[in-house]
């Protein structure tokens, strides 16, 4: 009895199938191949330790700036200290904090610079994409959003039971880019001290890649908004 044919090829059409988001699964790669080449490791991204240090050099002095999931304003005095005079806005569903909206319909205006840090990955996946243009619709045209989620490489996302969507280094600007934003800049979050970070950065550098484990807690993505708006058929592809 002849052996069966092991070096067999089985070709995967992919043409017809979507992703968990619901983006169409051949567009959903070419838009993160991009970023692949962009960065291959996540060892290519540089490190920062205050993310407002990195918005800086793009955004000298915004108007008005939207905090979503804004949880107890955490960051209000780092903005207030950094850009006198802008007028902080924050959202939240969680009405025990005080806020100034707790929903995208109560919005009522539009701001320079909208911060989304550590909220996509509590979402289902199927909701990533509108988040994301909420908070786009929610930016002037021309401007700015900086959107943050845990570091896969770390144990920043697993340990967290609430956290449904798991996106990389590279998920996360390829979505942004997918809803219409330039990726202007990404890097690794680091929230340890300069100690801590000597430590890791200088005397265990080679380990952390070897073992292909970071110590830095998140993933900072800066976008813009094209200053002509658009009307975006991705959002629910």
């Known amino acids: 009895m002849a052996g069966k044919d092991t070096n067999t090829t089985v070709n995967v059409d992919r043409s017809c199938e979507t992703t968990s988001i619901g983006v169409p699964w051949l567009q959903y790669a070419h838009?993160?191949?991009?970023?692949?080449?962009?960065?291959?490791?996540?060892?290519?991204?540089?490190?920062?330790?205050?993310?407002?240090?990195?918005?800086?050099?793009?955004?000298?002095?915004?108007?008005?700036?939207?905090?979503?999931?804004?949880?107890d304003r955490v960051w209000e005095p780092a903005i207030r200290n950094l850009w006198p005079g802008a007028c902080y806005r924050s959202l939240d569903l969680d009405r025990t904090n005080r806020h100034d909206y707790y929903s995208f319909d109560a919005v009522d205006t539009r701001?320079?610079?909208?911060?989304?840090?550590e909220v996509l990955?509590?979402?289902p996946p199927r909701e990533l994409l509108e988040m994301i243009h909420r908070?786009?619709?929610?930016?002037?045209?021309?401007?700015?959003?900086?959107?943050?989620?845990?570091?896969?490489?770390?144990d920043s996302y697993w340990m967290d039971f609430t956290h449904q969507t798991a996106l990389s280094f590279w998920d996360l600007p390829t979505l942004m880019n997918y809803c219409g934003l330039e990726i202007v800049e990404a890097a690794r979050w680091c929230t340890g001290s300069a100690r801590?970070?000597?430590?890791?950065?200088?005397?265990?550098g080679l380990l952390h890649r070897a073992l292909n484990k970071d110590y830095c807690q998140s993933i900072l993505v800066l976008g813009k908004k094209p200053c002509v708006e658009q009307t975006h058929s991705n959002a629910k592809s």
């Open 31 to 71: 838009y993160r191949n991009g970023f692949k080449k962009r960065w291959p490791t996540i060892w290519h991204l540089p490190i920062v330790t205050n993310p407002f240090a990195m918005l800086a050099n793009y955004i000298k002095q915004p108007e008005a700036v939207l905090d979503v999931g804004a949880t």
């Open 111 to 117: 701001f320079d610079l909208v911060l989304c840090f």
């Open 121 to 123: 990955e509590h979402l």
């Open 135 to 154: 908070c786009i619709a929610a930016c002037k045209p021309g401007h700015f959003l900086a959107f943050s989620v845990p570091n896969l490489l770390t």
């Open 196 to 204: 801590k970070q000597f430590i890791h950065r200088h005397l265990f």
